[in-house]
T-cell receptor
Framework: GENVEQHPSTLSVQEGDSAVIKCTYS??????FPWYKQELGKRPQLIID?????GEKKDQRIAVTLNKTAKHFSLHITETQPEDSAVYFC????????????FGGGTRLMVKP | ETGVTQTPRHLVMGMTNKKSLKCEQH?????MYWYKQSAKKPLELMFV???????ENNSVPSRFSPECPNSSHLFLHLHTLQPEDSALYLC??????????????FGPGTRLTVL
């Protein structure tokens, strides 16, 4: 089955700096890679996703890059703000593998004002 | 948000109790999921139901028993749990089960404590 590794497990940045979270996956058949944000005490919510036929996708201050050859993808947050503080989960999805998302272990991002 | 609701929000039970967690989705989705969230494994998939049929159970202990009577409702029946089962149990739903229709909408979770 698919295995998703996520690093770092915790990340502390100063407000205004950039934050990068990296994930690797094991199954080259994975073709959809979403990122979820979970604020303290709240439910995870999708913030951005990317398909395997695209190398990069951007939405305002967040962007995701995908390197299919190396089987890794990354979340980039620029000009971080305190409200970006949360746990971020990456996930990988294989269209033919029981219709499941496999999640990474999560990254706790703390943005210091 | 009221798209996916879960009850109860908090539950404390003894190891010999039987209880059930309930999830309901109001989004017209066809797939529903149970996840366990704990410090050891932040998002661990337990069960998937697609069009009311179980697709994957991920080797979850039999003391957890899911039930999906229709595409809008999902239950997790609990029996003789262990203290290590204490966790946040999240329900999720998705429109479909392939590609981008797999975006998962999570409920608020049930915080379970097993004494």
């Amino acid at each position: 089955g698919e295995n998703v590794e996520q690093h770092p497990s915790t990340l502390s940045v100063q407000e205004g700096d950039s934050a990068v979270i990296k994930c690797t996956y094991s199954d080259s058949a994975s073709n959809y890679f979403p990122w979820y944000k979970q604020e303290l005490g709240k439910r995870p919510q999708l913030i951005i996703d990317i398909r395997s036929n695209v190398g990069e996708k951007k939405d305002q201050r967040i962007a995701v890059t995908l390197n299919k050859t190396a089987k890794h993808f990354s979340l980039h947050i620029t000009e971080t703000q305190p409200e970006d503080s949360a746990v971020y989960f990456c996930a990988a999805y294989i269209n033919n593998a029981g219709n499941m998302l496999t999640f990474g272990g999560g990254t706790r991002l703390m943005v210091k004002p | 948000e009221t798209g996916v609701t879960q009850t109860p929000r908090h539950l404390v039970m003894g190891m010999t109790n039987k209880k059930s967690l309930k999830c309901e989705q109001h989004l017209g989705h066809n797939a529903m999921y149970w996840y366990k969230q704990s410090a050891k494994k932040p998002l661990e998939l337990m069960f998937v139901y697609s069009l009311e049929e179980r697709v994957e159970n991920n080797s979850v202990p039999s003391r957890f028993s899911p039930e999906c009577p229709n595409s809008s409702h999902l239950f997790l029946h609990l029996h003789t749990l262990q203290p290590e089962d204490s966790a946040l149990y999240l329900c999720a739903s998705s429109r479909g089960t392939s590609g981008l229709s797999n975006e998962q909408f999570f409920g608020p979770g049930t915080r379970l404590t097993v004494l």
